[in-house]
């Protein structure tokens, strides 16, 4: 299967992953799903000899992530808000279904995307030119490894309706190709919200990775293994009182036992 992880087919497994993160970094993987190319799915009796059943049909990331969310919404976990990569980003269906929903998002967007703005459509990279420099806030969006991850950030209404925003991420610091690295997400919600908070949001994407990372740090088995990891991140938002879901921790260990020997008396 071909994994962008790898930039090339390996023998691996994909999987979308949801983790649930709340505003004081905690976060845990609460879910998952196998991806299944659309030619494993088409060859029943390939499925059949690797354990897969019949009513397991193809769908596509996106569609998994939908499987995951409704069912965290059924279970009741309290969640305000969906982040995702821009595999979940540029899926229409996928932000229909959740603005139907009511369910509020920050979700990334490529670079090349058409913006819908009141002047007309615009890429999203091409909005850059349109911020004025006043309008960028300077915000940590979560603590990393090395401190709070700092960038700079700004917030553009766009002519989709009402709730809908781009948000636009920019660097402190020239990247590889000595320009600053920028990035943007798509927002909706159906009450009004600060930059601040969509920020925190968008930072609430990097849970997925962390929890990985420290699952290979402590040594722990990945639920699905594989080398790409594509997350949906079910976030809460700042005010939210319900409970709050425990930090990934390493379980303790067991002791075994050796089996006992009988010595010859």
Known sequence: MYTGTAGR????????FAAYVTPDGSRAL?????????????????????GIGDDVLFATKPELAWTMISRARDAGIPFSWVAGDEVYGGNPKLRS???????????????????????GGIRADEVLALIPQDSWQRLSCADG???????????IATAEGPGHHLLVRRSLQPGEKGQLETAFFGCWSPRPVTLPELAAVAGAR??????FAEAKRRG??????????QGLVPARHP???????????????????RPRRSRPR
């Open 9 to 16: 087919v390996e023998n691996c497994q994909v999987g979308v």
């Open 145 to 155: 490894s090395k401190g709070p991850r700092l960038y700079d950030w700004a917030l």
């Open 30 to 50: 609460i879910d998952r799903e196998l991806y299944l190319p659309e030619k494993w799915t088409d060859d029943r009796d390939r499925c059949r000899a690797a």
């Open 97 to 119: 279904r959740l603005e139907a929903g009511g369910i509020p998002y920050v979700r990334a967007t490529a670079c090349s995307d058409i913006i819908p703005l009141a002047a």
């Open 206 to 211: 990097w849970g997925i990775e962390d929890c």
């Open 239 to 257: 005010g939210h009182d319900h409970p709050r879901f425990p930090r990934c921790r390493r379980q303790g260990r067991q002791q075994r036992q």
């Open 220 to 229: 722990r088995p990945r639920p699905l293994p594989g080398p790409q990891v």
